[in-house]
């Protein structure tokens, strides 16, 4: 991609290394945004389309331009909120899991879409993966059902069901790493190549509630964001353990005795720099370099809650959306508040890890 969101974008940068306060000026808006908050963005790992799932019970999917124009190019419903969506590794097909406790897959090609998972409750997240020894794409779905299913999309129930502690809150996938966040704080590793089995059962070092997991792009670990403000940064092996720390984030400053504290809602890291994104219920997003322990750069308010981010798979365009999370309850759900989806072009040394810092 050329222009603004594409490889031009490292020449068009005008801060300094120096500068931490980022830019929002060429950011652009989606067209046709969904009609409520959004859950989850997914851009496909083959070419610049971006789907966006909502509590409006729908699926879209949009073509995003090297200029930042973007256009619709496909839509199905849920019979209830849409709570995640996932791209396919061959950018065939995308899952979306929802409240009708069920995940949908969608075929591109075709734009057919079709039921292929179900548990007793909502669907909280699902994401496909990859084995040496499974022939095409797999699912796994967790729920507030307490459990994590596996499903060969060739098949009508699943491969293998796991037995949670608690709801299923968040979960990723990296390479054979999945982990799952559920309620009470409990973090469960597994390894895919031996999916029915924990290989690692942990209460995050967060003491609130967890709101996000997200694994690192080498797979070496993965990062926690709860709802008071903190993020954690875990690797899988004990060997790593003196690596592992949180840190505050997402805080007012400090008036008197009380500090405004936010939840953590999304945690992106950026694909060729292995860098990251918070974004929260300040309505702010910061870039941070988890091995030199540095914000890189943090964002001015963008006038809403930011529920859900991620980066295309370029690393050009980090894509963020603005919209009610309820973390004030009801009576802040005004009908003026914002609801859209943001394209914000990653410019220059935005997400590039600081200089001569030694990488894991």
Partial sequence: MSGLFGSAAASAATSTSSNTIGDLKNDVALSNPPEDTISGLSFSPTADFLA?????KKVRIYQIAANGSSEGKHMYEHDAPVLSV?????????VSAGADKQAKVCDLTSGQSAQVAAHDQAVRCARFFELPSSNGP????????????????????????????????????????????TADRYINVVNLQDPLKFYKTLQSPLKWQTRVVSCFTDATGFAIGSIEGRCAIQYVEDKDAGSNF?????????????????????????PQHGTFSTA??????????????????????????ITATTFNS????????????????????TQNYPNKVMLHPVQGDECKPRAGVKKR
């Avoid at 966006?52 to 409006?56: E, G, I, L, M, Y």
């Avoid at 996932?86 to 995308?94: A, C, Q, V």
């Avoid at 910061?286 to 963008?302: E, I, N, S, V």
Wanted: hydrophobic content about 30%; aromatic content about 14%; charged content about 20%.
């Fill in 246 to 270: 949180s840190f505050k984030c997402h805080r007012d400053t400090p008036q008197g005795t009380t500090t405004q504290v936010f939840s953590v809602n999304d945690i992106s890291f950026h």
């Fill in 138 to 181: 797999m699912l796994v779905t967790g729920s507030w059902d307490k459990t994590v299913k596996y499903w060969d999309l060739r098949q009508s129930s699943p491969v293998g069901t796991v037995q949670c502690q608690e709801r299923v809150y968040s979960m990723d996938v990296r390479n054979s790493l999945l982990v799952i966040g």
């Fill in 280 to 305: 929260g219920s300040d309505g702010t997003f910061h870039f941070w370099d988890k091995d030199a322990k540095h914000r890189l750069k943090g964002y001015p308010q963008t006038g809403g809650s």
């Fill in 314 to 333: 370029g690393g050009s365009i980090f894509a963020y959306a603005i919209g009610y999370d309820w973390s004030k309850g009801y009576v802040a759900n």
């Fill in 52 to 56: 966006v799932s909502s509590w409006d």
């Fill in 86 to 94: 996932d791209f396919s590794k061959d950018g065939n097909k995308l």
